[in-house]
């Protein structure tokens, strides 16, 4: 379960306490219906105050918790990274900064590129609380993916839940933008076959631009997953504020967050052997895992008792991790 860090869970209470549930909760109604459609904005989707509000009271926690989750596994198999600069377009409320600050003590500045100035405004706001100086201290400036704008140079360059909102014209060209820029790219989408189909898209055009994928997957060739009725995703386990809850009308305690990521990497480290590409399975004394593998193809592994610290291990697997485990003997 991917808890929000305390400095985000109480800046998030403090900048969103003076605000009217009840009108958030209308605004969460509409927001969750457009998202679901899924189609391209023809103009900003978050248009006011309780718009922005809303977002970083249902979404922002859920962002923050697919971000976090895949960029741990990143941290995982690449240990030498150390960045030291970010830049996050189509920052939003500022998700990303924060999950990269949580895996990157290195990290001594960050830029957010927005268009949305009211969401910018919220998400500066909310930056205030963070204890990591990164964090209090990012910049946040006014930019709109399209023709045109470049982006600043960084160690590592995100992008999250945006994609998808972006006109297709404009989808390749910031994608090959963010591999001339960055030297860690990173890309996620909600985990749906659509959101998949765009993180494919933009995986082919990060290895066309000479990167190597760092993950989840464990080969820059071609997805084995990418045709018929199946999609790669993960899911991230958020739990639940009070005003969550309330704006969500939802009872229970947490939710999960089905994302698709790609991260690739300038430098040509190595990406784990394999990946856990769904729920492992387990029975008595068994483990079955379906692992995504190097060289390019889909694998079931069943692992039991009798194979001892393996079964251990992959006892404490969860969906979305290496296998085997990075830095350990398989
Ligand atoms: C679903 S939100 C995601 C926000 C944040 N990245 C996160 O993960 O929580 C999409 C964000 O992208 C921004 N956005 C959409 N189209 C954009 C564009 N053409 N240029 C800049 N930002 C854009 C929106 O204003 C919004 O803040």
Same mark, same amino acid.
């Given at each position: 379960?991917?808890?929000?860090?305390?400095?985000?869970?109480?800046?998030?209470?403090?900048?969103?306490?003076?605000?009217?549930?009840?009108e958030?909760?209308?605004?969460?109604?509409?927001?969750i219906? +457009?998202?679901?459609?899924?189609?391209?904005?023809?103009? %900003?989707?978050? +248009?006011? %105050?309780?718009?922005?509000? @809303?977002y970083?009271?249902?979404?922002?926690?859920?962002t !923050?918790?697919?971000?976090?989750?895949?960029?741990?596994?990143?941290?995982?198999?690449?240990?030498? !990274?150390?960045?030291?600069?970010?830049?996050?377009?189509?920052?939003?409320?500022?998700?990303?900064?924060?999950?990269?600050?949580?895996?990157?003590?290195?990290?001594?500045?960050?830029?957010?590129?927005? =268009?949305?100035?009211?969401?910018?405004?919220?998400?500066?706001?909310?930056?205030?609380? @963070?204890?990591?100086?990164?964090?209090?201290?990012?910049?946040?400036?006014? *930019?709109?993916?399209?023709?045109g704008?470049?982006?600043?140079?960084?160690?590592?360059?995100?992008?999250?839940?945006?994609?998808?909102?972006?006109?297709? @014209?404009? +989808?390749?060209?910031?994608?090959?933008?963010?591999?001339?820029?960055?030297?860690?790219?990173?890309? !996620?989408?909600?985990?749906?076959?659509?959101?998949? =189909?765009?993180?494919?898209?933009?995986?082919?055009?990060?290895?066309e631009?000479?990167?190597?994928?760092?993950?989840?997957? %464990?080969?820059?060739? @071609?997805?084995?997953?990418?045709?018929?009725?199946? #999609?790669?995703? !993960?899911?991230?386990?958020?739990?639940?504020?009070?005003?969550? +809850? =309330?704006?969500?009308?939802?009872?229970?305690? *947490?939710?999960?967050?089905?994302?698709?990521?790609?991260?690739?990497?300038?430098?040509? #480290?190595? %990406?784990?052997e394999?990946?856990?590409?769904?729920?492992?399975?387990?029975?008595?004394?068994?483990?079955?895992?379906?692992?995504?593998?190097?060289?390019?193809?889909?694998?079931?592994?069943?692992?039991?008792?009798?194979?001892?610290?393996?079964?251990?291990?992959?006892?404490?697997?969860? #969906?979305?991790?290496? #296998?085997?485990?990075?830095?350990?003997?398989?």
């Amino acid at each position: 379960m991917a808890a929000l860090p305390d400095d985000l869970r109480v800046s998030l209470e403090q900048v969103l306490r003076p605000s009217s549930t009840q009108e958030i909760a209308r605004s969460v109604e509409r927001l969750i219906e +457009r998202y679901r459609r899924g189609t391209a904005a023809t103009e %900003p989707i978050l +248009r006011s %105050p309780t718009d922005v509000a @809303a977002y970083a009271a249902y979404r922002m926690p859920a962002t !923050f918790a697919a971000v976090r989750a895949a960029l741990a596994r990143v941290a995982e198999v690449a240990p030498e !990274f150390r960045p030291r600069t970010h830049v996050d377009v189509g920052g939003g409320t500022g998700a990303a900064v924060w999950a990269a600050a949580e895996t990157w003590p290195s990290l001594e500045s960050a830029e957010v590129l927005e =268009q949305v100035s009211q969401v910018m405004t919220l998400g500066r706001r909310l930056a205030e609380g @963070a204890e990591a100086p990164v964090v209090r201290g990012a910049r946040w400036r006014r *930019y709109v993916v399209g023709p045109g704008p470049t982006l600043p140079e960084a160690d590592l360059v995100t992008m999250s839940y945006v994609l998808g909102e972006l006109p297709e @014209a404009h +989808r390749a060209g910031i994608v090959r933008e963010m591999a001339a820029r960055g030297g860690v790219v990173a890309l !996620f989408e909600p985990g749906t076959p659509a959101g998949h =189909q765009r993180v494919l898209a933009a995986r082919e055009l990060l290895v066309e631009q000479g990167m190597t994928v760092l993950a989840p997957c %464990p080969h820059s060739a @071609a997805c084995p997953i990418s045709g018929g009725e199946d #999609w790669c995703h !993960f899911a991230a386990r958020v739990t639940r504020s009070v005003l969550h +809850r =309330q704006v969500k009308a939802a009872s229970l305690g *947490y939710e999960d967050e089905k994302f698709s990521y790609v991260v690739a990497a300038r430098t040509a #480290w190595a %990406p784990a052997e394999g990946r856990v590409v769904r729920h492992p399975l387990r029975r008595k004394g068994l483990v079955s895992l379906r692992v995504c593998t190097a060289d390019g193809g889909l694998t079931t592994e069943t692992v039991s008792k009798r194979h001892g610290e393996t079964y251990r291990r992959a006892r404490d697997l969860e #969906w979305g991790d290496a #296998w085997p485990p990075v830095g350990e003997d398989g």
